[in-house]
């Protein structure tokens, strides 16, 4: 069974600098990952996703992942942070080869974003 | 396109109590999901419904939860004699069959809170 790990639950930043949210993943077959954000008292959306192909993922908000093979890794980072990017993020994988379709999610890393 | 909707958003109950969640898909999306997260953690997957076909459960799905798509449009999940382990954020998502990967898209949930 497949297993993610984000090796942080809590990230403080000042404004303006670099992040990187850390997620490991575990899994004996090929996966699609996802990084989600959940703002308070919200759902959550899609801030990007990987499937294959170029290793550098870009998606919304400024936001990038990399995924490293030999690292089982899906790390998200963003250059430049502001405080509306105050919120809980979650890495996501799910197995397509399996045919299951739920998503396995790691326990999340509230971003907080100091002034 | 409106995204995924839940009703209600909040409900509060007393111990033993039914209740019935509502969650209306993205419209032409034909896969729906349920998961639900407790505080502090990441969604767990509950069930998942391609048309009107429940596929997949999860063992987290006990006697007392209920799911159901008649039509293949709108879902209703029902909790049964509620305890108060059953207090979290449920959580409705849908996606498009056929699509690579199958991204999920997530309602803001309703947040359950038993006496």
């Known amino acids: 069974a497949q297993s993610v790990t984000q090796l942080d639950s809590q990230v403080p930043v000042f404004e303006e600098a670099p992040v990187e949210l850390r997620c490991n993943y575990s899994s004996s077959v090929s996966v699609y990952l996802f990084w989600y954000v959940q703002y308070p008292n919200q759902g959550l959306q899609l801030l990007l996703k990987y499937l294959s192909g170029s290793t550098l993922v870009k998606g919304i908000n400024g936001f990038e992942a990399e995924f490293n093979k030999s690292q089982t890794s899906f790390h998200l980072r963003k250059p430049s942070v502001h405080i509306s990017d105050t919120a809980e993020y979650f890495c996501?994988?799910?197995?397509?080869?399996?045919?299951?379709?739920?998503?396995?999610f790691g326990s999340g890393t509230r971003l907080q974003v100091q002034p | 396109d409106t995204g995924v909707s839940q009703d209600p958003r909040h409900k509060i109950t007393k111990r033993g109590q039914n209740v019935t969640f509502r969650c209306d898909p993205i419209?032409?999306?034909?896969?729906l999901y349920w998961y639900r997260q407790t505080l502090g953690q990441g969604p767990e997957f509950l069930t998942y419904?391609?048309?009107?076909?429940?596929?997949?459960k999860s063992r987290l799905l006990s006697d007392r939860f209920s799911a159901e798509r008649p039509k293949g449009s709108f879902s209703t999940l029902e909790i049964q004699r509620t305890e108060q382990g059953d207090s979290a954020m449920y959580l409705c998502a849908s996606s498009l069959d056929g699509t690579r990967p199958d991204t999920q898209y997530f309602g803001p949930g309703t947040r359950l809170t038993v006496l």
């Open positions: 996501a994988v799910s197995v397509p080869r399996t045919g299951r379709r739920a998503l396995t």
């Open positions: 419209s032409e999306h034909n896969r």
């Open positions: 419904f391609q048309n009107e076909a429940q596929l997949e």
